[in-house]
């Protein structure tokens, strides 16, 4: 159900806290935009950089015209006053009311002018005590959404791990995040240059393959941060060690982590000498950017016979093979073969 948030009577000078409230509530209980009534671009930033740190598709727009958007809002009107019915018995009729047609709550900060409960189709009491909007649309929302909301994923930059004491953020590097963790790390231009080529492929295929593209360039972008620390075969174990330190998000980790080949078995990694774990790309977008990185040598695309040529003159027979399964199942759901994608990126 989509969820609108208007909020009336909004004075910058004195409410830019509490609207500020009013705003996130309405984000993190499952709303999809707030409307305010008086222009303030300094709230509408702080909400936007909320937006951009943490995630989802929340919109702000201040300075509407509040009659209009009550005017032409076409699905159904809910007023929270501390005069209205009980919000129990309200939740289930306005469920049925908005079917899939949006829901308009509007909260008020000082005195709410009388057109407003005639206007709305339902006046909703969070208790008939006085209480603040804040609590007011936190109560609702959570009620309408039958403490759904509570478990939304937000696609974010920074995303809170919950934690019995003391706090955890993880980091879903955009690709700007992504150049200075590689320059901090001491990465030279030649891995800057293969990690780029690497992620225009990564993220081609990625796009035809419906995968998730943030976890997609971020993973191609850092997938050999471990070569500023060794050039073996452990560089991708080393990469993920670096990563982890670095709070980056475990889901791009382990595509850095996986990345080797078309992954390294846990016999072969015993033998390999390499620490206890898993270097088996799982997810699509770990199989990705393995086979990505398998057809760019340095800056240049190889096609997948010179790669599988390469392997099995190293006596790698089965790699290889893995390699051209790998290939053929990515290909299959890129609705095309993968060398296809190196023209489109060159
Ligand atoms: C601080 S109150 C202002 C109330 C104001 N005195 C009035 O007459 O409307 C700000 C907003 O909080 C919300 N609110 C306060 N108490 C409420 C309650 N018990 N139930 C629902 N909403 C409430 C209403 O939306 C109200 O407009």
Redesign the pocket.
């Known amino acids: 159900m989509n969820v609108t948030v208007l909020r009336?009577?909004h004075r910058p000078t004195r409410d830019k806290r509490i609207t500020t409230h009013v705003a996130l509530t309405a984000r993190a209980f499952g709303a999809s935009t707030i409307l305010v009534d008086q222009r303030d671009e300094e709230l509408e930033d702080t909400i936007r950089d909320t937006v951009y740190r943490f995630g989802g598709d929340f919109r702000i727009e201040s300075g509407v015209d509040p009659h209009r958007v009550m005017r032409e809002f076409s699905g159904v009107k809910v007023?929270?006053?501390?005069y209205?019915i009980p919000?129990d018995q309200a939740v289930g009729r306005i469920r049925e009311a908005a079917g899939d047609r949006g829901v308009l709550v509007?909260?008020?900060?000082?005195?709410?002018p009388r057109e407003y409960y005639e206007a709305s189709d339902f006046n909703?009491?969070?208790?008939?005590?006085?209480?603040?909007?804040v609590s007011?649309?936190a109560i609702?929302l959570d009620r309408l959404f039958e403490g759904r909301e509570m478990n939304a994923e937000f696609e974010a930059r920074m995303r809170v791990i919950p934690s019995e004491r003391g706090k955890r953020v993880v980091m879903l590097p955009d690709e700007a995040d992504c150049m200075n963790i590689l320059r901090d790390e001491g990465a030279d231009e030649r891995i800057i240059r293969h990690v780029r080529k690497v992620r225009d492929l990564a993220v081609a295929i990625g796009r035809a393959a419906g995968a998730n593209l943030r976890l997609v360039e971020a993973g191609a972008l850092l997938h050999d941060i471990g070569r500023t620390k060794t050039n073996g075969i452990d560089h991708a174990y080393a990469g993920a060690q670096i990563l982890r330190r670095r709070n980056i998000d475990e889901r791009v980790v382990r595509i850095v982590e996986r990345h080797t080949g078309a992954g390294i078995l846990p016999e072969e990694a015993r033998k390999l000498g390499l620490p206890e774990g898993n270097y088996v790309p799982e997810t699509l977008e770990e199989k990705i950017v393995a086979q990505a990185d398998n057809l760019v040598s340095g800056d240049r695309y190889i096609g997948l016979s010179t790669v599988l040529e390469m392997y099995r003159k190293k006596g790698l027979q089965e790699p290889a093979e893995r390699i051209e399964r790998l290939h053929r199942e990515l290909s299959e759901k890129a609705g095309t073969d993968l060398e296809a994608f190196f023209q489109e990126d060159q």
């Open positions: 009336i009577n007023h929270l006053t501390m209205g919000v509007v909260v008020g900060a000082s005195k709410v909703v009491a969070v208790t008939n005590q006085p209480i603040s909007e007011a649309l609702f």
